[in-house]
C-alpha cells in the first residue's frame, strides 16, 4: 500500500507544489478542487498536463496536488514540475524524454527587487536638467 504512493515537490517563481500520485483513472486535485476549477485558464491546464501527455500516462495516474504561494500560472508552473519529478521516480525511462521536453529543470527565473532611488528594478525616475 506504501508502495503506491509516490511524492515530490516543484517549484515556480515563489509558488511550491507538493504532489501525490497513486495509480487511479486520472483524476488531478489542487487544494481540494478539481483541476478545471482551481485553474481557470485552459493555456493552465495544458501546462499541467503536459508532463503526463509526453509520456503517456494521462488516464494511469490520479494527482493530489497541495500548492500555495505565487500567482495562477507561477503555480500551474510548480505543479508541472512537481509531475514530472514524480514520473521520473516512479519510472526513470521517463527522464529523457522529460529532459528533453525541459520540464525537470527548475526554472530559475525570479522577479528582481526593487534599488533604492529608483521607481522600480530598472526603472528609474525622470531627469530633469533645470
Known sequence: MAQDLWH?????????????????????????????????????????KQPLEITETINKYDINVNVKGGGV??????????ISRVLVTINPEFRPALKKAELLTRDPRMKERKKYGQRGARARYQYSKR
Open 8 to 48: 515530490a515537490v516543484g517549484k515556480r517563481k515563489t509558488s511550491i507544489a507538493r504532489v501525490w500520485l497513486r495509480p487511479g483513472s486520472g483524476v488531478i486535485t489542487v487544494n481540494d478542487m478539481a483541476l478545471d476549477k482551481y485553474i481557470t485558464r485552459e493555456s493552465g491546464v495544458e501546462v499541467v
Open 73 to 82: 500560472i507561477g503555480q500551474a508552473g510548480a505543479i508541472r514540475h512537481g
